[in-house]
């Protein structure tokens, strides 16, 4: 490749991160309905062409955040894991900064997992900062665990939900570590059950 050429693939993967960042913005500071390529094009001086030229409309830009989102997320879960080596405290810590990140950042983690995009999940096409986070999860169960994957998707799908509820005010903020502590309870079996509950 040329000098020329990679100057220009530099210019190019800079506009494309430009274009996501101001998109993740605009739908932080303003929802993601404010978000459209007019809008865009005028906040990163690009015109709409070359907008389209990067993104062919509003989904593929959704799609663009929310990969962004799922390496942020992956780190933001390892970084939660690795501070707490041992199994039950990494789980409780992996499924707090879990619960952390949906609530900072609530206009990205629509985009990774309300608004429609073209990520596949739980395929051999799955991106792998999809597959990265997700394997946050799977690593805190013992290796000898054979259903550990099973274990992490309706662990994370609970708390998708928790996630959901809460924001929409569906359910109480208060409330989120007991919440953790059932989930934790019933679904790892790495504490006790309260007394008087079957395990």
């Known amino acids: 490749m040329s000098a020329i050429s990679e100057r220009r693939e530099r210019e190019r993967a800079h506009r494309h991160q430009l274009i996501i960042t101001a998109a993740r913005e605009l739908a932080e500071a303003e929802g993601w309905e404010a978000v459209t390529t007019r809008r ?3 906040r990163v001086e690009y015109s709409q062409p070359v907008l389209y030229s990067h993104f062919h ?3 593929a830009i959704v799609s663009a955040v929310a990969l962004d989102g799922f ?3 992956a780190a933001h879960l390892r970084r939660a894991r690795q501070a707490a080596p041992e199994l039950g405290q990494s789980l409780r810590a992996v499924c707090r900064a879990y619960l ?3 609530t900072e950042r609530p206009a990205l983690y629509q985009a990774m997992f309300i608004l429609p995009t073209d990520l596949k999940f739980a395929s051999t096409e799955t991106p792998p900062p999809l597959r990265a986070s997700f394997d946050e999860f799977v690593s805190c169960f ?3 665990n054979e259903r550990r994957e099973l274990f ?3 662990l994370w799908s609970a708390l998708h939900g ?3 509820l809460s924001e929409s005010g569906r359910i109480p903020l208060q409330g989120q570590e007991e919440r953790l502590d059932f989930l934790i309870t019933r679904i790892a079996g790495t504490s006790s059950p309260a007394p008087g509950h079957a395990s």
Do not use: C, Q, T, W
Request: hydrophobic residues 50%; without cysteine.
């Open 142 to 144: 013992r290796p000898d």
């Open 162 to 164: 928790i996630a959901v």
């Open 40 to 42: 865009l094009a005028e």
């Open 100 to 102: 952390e990140f949906a």
């Open 57 to 59: 409309g509003k989904d």
């Open 71 to 73: 390496s942020e997320l």
């Open 152 to 154: 992490a998707e309706v």
